[in-house]
């Protein structure tokens, strides 16, 4: 899972300073000592760790904390716009260009998940903009790469420009970019060639597509789990093709963070978006604020509910949250929810997004991997209706025939009883504290 070491030990180091009332200049010292020495683990670029180490001292030491009603919070808050600044700050937009079609050139090194990316993006421009981009093979030194972008393209159900492997890219690029033209394409989107290295044949390939098609965003891919590798990658490129922003793929899969937390200091160049998987909607746009507050154990809420947006039925919705707030909650409602969260991702990515969820020890040592759902899903359906409205009603040999009728164990279905419970009273404290919220009126 993203982050997932990272954000271990960081929230180990902030919940010591957290609830403190008073904070001394030496809990200062220890704190920075420990997300120094995170950050480090973290593959993070040394001289990023030492300014940010920096920052946070001076601002930490200061006034707006000391004298602020609650420091332990407020060092807290520091260190979290810190981390947000060092990802970029604000969220970076698509460019869209005066007239359209918008070029946007995709470049990076083989195997980073440029050609899916490729495909993740158009779905993206697609869904969320309802734009109708062009998707273009222009690796031609890869005959599977073009291969690759027509299956993507025919599983999208959206149109590919290729001109086979004959052609010269630069050539295909241009032709692509009338062809957009003509059929009305607002977004072009040229897959280019890789290389297993940056090189300078490569390098001046991309220049002069660079060149001959303008294109209003040159995003390069780099691969998230390369920590400095990918950064190293990234200010290459930036270098010599003076690239407009990062994707930064495979995320999922990078414990550590090191790349997303360096690029953007090193080559001054946001990163506009974040592969979370091999799938093509597991693209996110990349919001630094969100993601800071995901390694600090704080939850994303907003992507969360932006991801439910898009996958959950809003009728559905307003009566979950009717349900969670009187606690008529049920198995059948919670059977009806499976399905749905199942259209939104992995398990364990949604869990990061709910704050407080990595505390609970129940909920982060359950796995919550898709066998397990299935068994979750069999023991419910194994209940009868009333059982499914009121638990309660459960007796042990009922639990026995559940367990036999479902194919799991008296432990596994007491299990679930168990944590179905707890997850009620989670869903009341975090109605109750968005009630809070709402009262005090406060904004972040
Ligand atoms: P290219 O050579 O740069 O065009 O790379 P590909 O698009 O062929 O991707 C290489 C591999 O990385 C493929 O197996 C992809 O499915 C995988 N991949 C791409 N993006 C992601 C991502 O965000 N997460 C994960 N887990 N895998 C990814």
Known sequence: MAFEGLAERLQGTIKKITGKGKVSEQDVKEMTREVRLALLEADVNFKVVKDLIKRIKERAVGQEVMESLTPGQQVIKVVKEELTELMGGEQSKIAVADRPPTVIMMAGLQGAGKTTTTGKLANHLRKKHN???????????RPAAINQLETLGSQLEMPVFSMGTEANPVDIAKQAVERAKEAHHDYVIIDTAGRLHVDDDLMDELQQIKDAVGPQEIFLVVDAMTGQDAVNVAESFNQQLDISGVVL?????????????????????????AGMG????QLEPFHPERMASRILGMGDVLSLIEKAQTNVDEKQAKDLEEKMRNMSFTFDDFLEQMGQVKNMGPLDELMSMIPGANKMKGLKNAQLDEKQLAHVEAIIQS??????????????????????????????????LKQFEEMKKMMKQMTNMQKGKKGKGMNF
Do not use: C, H, W
């Open 131 to 141: 734009r109708s981009p062009l998707l273009v093979a222009a690796d031609v030194y």
């Open 249 to 273: 793929t495979k995320l999922d899969g990078d414990t550590r963070g090191g790349a997303a937390l360096s690029i953007k200091t090193v080559t001054d160049k946001p990163i506009k978006f």
């Open 278 to 281: 091999e799938k093509l909607d």
């Open 383 to 416: 209940m009868t209706k009333a059982e499914r409205q009121d638990p309660s009603l459960m007796n042990a040999s009922r639990k026995k025939r559940i367990a036999k009728g479902s194919g799991t164990s008296v432990s596994q279905v007491n299990r679930l």
